[in-house]
């Protein structure tokens, strides 16, 4: 294996230096329309035997099966021009039973916020071929989810939670109280979904008895509305609920459904009126019902065992944080009938720890100075953990196995990232390698990390980048004044010259936990303008992730500051480069991103000559309270870092000319902080250039919006670089 990979990469780096003499530009237009994207389906599923994957043909008619062992295509499970009774012309998804026998399939999909949507969806009976709508009533459906026999399926319709039963050709609807904007049935809010990235709170019992679910009565919650344009005379209004920082969040409560006695009951969970249930899963033993709760504060973490029958919780697991609790390991459990992993920083660094299945701690499996990045199961059988890390390096990821004697295997075997899907039971991944000069390499592995086949090697981007003059990103690192040892990459024009001076383009996005600087393959917009004639670098600084908690959350409370003081740093790091000209400095950020640069330009002294702020929070009173309390609690108990850490309180010292731009569409970063920015930028004197795009959301979507946006920043730049 490791010979076969020597070569691979040796045959990678021939490419990569053919790369520096190649002749064709880099053109903008290529990158925006995903020329230089790396090819690769990410839709691989496993089936529950652990030995085939399914995949949706491209031209999404068909659900094809392929062996893990070969990667080679084994069968057909669906194909719309072959079913009976109902003919569909596409599909958009689909959902497998675990018997095989019947399948969940769905088109014409809605998209409702970033990631929920609604659907047209239908069941196929495998058996007989036929092919019919899962509901006889009208109208889009909601988040179908099988029973573990297959002979059922919950799905959601109008807020309301609804059952088939395939046996009797049967629906019956469980609640009746879902309406909207007051009470949602095992569907989130928006919040949840923003901020737990979670859309359905359901869950099943294994022995098919129980339907859990989580109501959430919203009824409290301020409503924000926007305008959608649309070339309308009279344009309308999208009006959602949305809790802003301190305001009204849903109240929850779970909830199960006996589906022989038809009764619904409420688990007596202790929890606060303001408190979260991010997640809930049922365990092997049906009794046993694992209800996640964090308080509102959400640094105190509690996992609950719930009794459908009795309705009576037990507290298992306890976990309570001096800052926070990340949100991405209360969801990423593993259990099994004895025992389960968690992820905690308990020790200062994330890693896993083992209890058995009564909350009682084991062993902690990993630890260290380095983090565990991912979760991706526990085999139960030989209780072997499977995780990603960057234990090699903060920039870096490698996938790993533990066995119950603490023996480690590293699975992975390229420098750079990693990143795994398992098959059912762990026998097999698939690996997903890229480093900064490999495009994706994608290839289906062992339990011992021995390569089986290549599903995608990116053979023609990889013949195409050869072709093409493009930029190198090269790593360093520098000491801030605090003397802590931050991360950067930088891009030069390929025709560099050291004797001369180029202006700077920091990119940056600084969100806690995040990562702009890691080793990874990725041909954005401003490899064009590195070749433009600019220096294209990326710093990341504290409060971003890979570097432990103490690193991570050092910005708790108090926002914007040390994030900015860190991008200063990086700039007046740079400006004394002999090939940079200090004079000439510009910093970018999208988002939070955004934020940064507005309170960077305001912070910095005057070394940033230039700045964009893509739709940015520029008022903490303005953004969703699950992300800004996580980091900032409330505005009554944190009312002057609130200040501090606003950018719209320090528009009058900004300096270095300014773009602003944000969609006024924007659900998740409203158009309202950039209006309020803009007011404040106008009473403090200061001139500045917006762009707005009409009817778009947060992330500016569409070719015409995107090509437009970065003509105008580059346009920008010349102009004021």
Not at 172 to 192: E, F, P
Not at 222 to 239: A, G, H, M, N, T
Not at 259 to 267: A, L, P
Not at 585 to 605: K, P, Q
Request: contains cysteine; charged residues 25%.
């Amino acid at each position: 294996m490791k010979k076969i990979f020597f070569i691979f990469t040796c045959l990678v780096f021939i490419l990569y230096l053919q790369a520096q003499n190649g002749s064709k530009t880099l053109l903008l237009n290529d990158i925006i329309n995903k020329k230089y994207n790396s090819a690769f389906r990410d839709d691989i599923r496993s089936m529950p035997d652990g030995e085939h994957y399914t995949v949706l043909s491209a031209d999404k008619k068909a659900i094809l099966k392929y062996a893990y062992k070969t990667g080679r295509f084994v069968d057909t499970l669906f194909h719309v021009d072959k079913t009976r009774e109902t003919k569909l012309k596409y599909i958009d998804g689909y959902l497998i039973s675990n018997t095989g026998y019947r399948i969940i399939v769905w088109n014409e999909t809605e998209k409702i916020y970033r990631r929920s949507w609604k659907a047209d969806i239908y069941d196929y009976d495998v058996r007989r071929n036929f092919l019919t709508p899962l509901s006889e009533t009208k109208g889009k459906l909601m988040i179908p989810t099988f029973s573990p026999d297959g002979r059922m399926c919950a799905f959601v319709r109008d807020n309301n939670l609804w059952l088939k039963k395939f046996d009797y050709n049967t629906e019956s609807q469980i609640t009746k109280d879902g309406s909207m904007g007051k009470i949602l049935n095992a569907v989130t809010d928006w919040a949840y979904e923003e901020e737990f990235v979670v859309t359905s709170l359901l869950s099943w019992s294994g022995d098919n008895n129980f339907l859990a679910f989580v109501k959430s009565d919203e009824s409290d919650v301020p409503v924000f509305s926007f305008q959608l344009f649309e070339e309308s005379l009279y344009p309308e209004y999208c009006s959602y609920k949305y809790p802003k920082a301190g305001q009204n969040n849903s109240k929850v409560a779970c909830y199960v459904y006996n589906i022989e006695t038809k009764d619904t009951k409420k688990m007596d969970i202790p929890l606060a009126e303001d408190g979260y249930i991010p997640a809930i899963c049922f365990m092997d033993n049906s009794d046993q019902l694992a209800v996640m709760t964090l308080n509102r504060q959400q640094n105190n973490f509690n996992m609950y065992f719930a009794n459908p029958k009795s309705t009576l919780a037990r507290l298992i697991l306890h976990d309570e944080n001096k800052y926070y609790i990340h949100p991405e390991w209360i969801t990423s459990f593993c259990f099994s009938k004895d025992n389960f992993a968690y992820v905690s920083e308990k020790d200062g660094f994330a890693h896993i720890y083992l209890y058995t299945i009564t909350g009682i701690l084991e062993k902690q499996i990993t630890s260290g100075n380095w983090e565990v990045t991912r979760l991706y199961g526990f085999n139960p059988e030989t209780k072997t953990v499977y995780y990603q890390s960057n234990e090699e390096s903060p920039l870096r990821r490698s996938i790993y196995k533990i066995d119950n004697k603490g023996v480690k295997t590293k699975l992975s075997s390229g420098t750079g990232t990693n990143n795994a899907w398992f098959s059912k039971g762990f026998r097999y991944f698939v690996n997903i390698f890229s480093n900064t000069q490999t495009p994706d390499y994608v290839s289906i592995n062992d339990e011992k990390g021995k390569e089986l086949c290549v599903l995608e090697n990116n053979a023609s981007l990889r013949a195409r980048l050869s072709e093409t003059v493009f930029p190198e990103k090269e790593f360093f690192t520098f000491k801030n004044p605090q003397g802590d040892i931050l991360n950067g990459w930088m891009l030069k024009p390929n025709n560099f010259d050291a004797n001369k001076k180029y202006p700077v383009l920091m990119i940056q996005y600084s969100g806690a936990n995040t990562q702009e600087v890691l080793d990874r393959y990725i041909m954005d917009w401003y490899y064009y303008l590195s070749n433009q004639g600019y220096i294209v670098a990326a710093v990341d600084g504290r409060g971003t992730g890979g570097r432990g908690e103490e690193f991570c959350k050092s910005t708790y409370l108090k926002l914007g500051i040390l994030e900015s003081d860190d991008q200063i740093a990086a700039a007046n790091y740079l400006a004394n480069l002999n090939f940079i000209n200090k004079d000439k400095i510009a910093i970018w950020g999208w988002s939070y991103g955004g934020f940064i640069s507005l309170m960077s330009m305001s912070r910095g002294n005057g070394i940033f000559k230039a700045g964009i702020a893509i739709a940015p929070v520029t008022d903490w009173k303005l953004y969703d309270s699950i992300y800004t309390e996580r980091y900032m609690r409330t505005p009554k108990e944190n009312h002057d870092n609130y200040n501090f850490s606003s950018p719209v309180n320090f528009a009058d010292k900004l300096q270095g000319r300014l773009l602003l731009v944000h969609g006024t569409a924007d659900d998740n970063v409203h158009f309202q902080n950039s209006m309020n920015y803009s007011k404040a930028l106008v009473k403090g004197g200061k001139l500045f250039d917006m762009q707005i795009y009409p009817d778009k959301n947060h992330s500016l979507l569409g070719t015409e919006t995107r090509t437009h946006l970065y003509n105008t920043i580059i346009d920008f730049l010349n102009k004021n670089l």
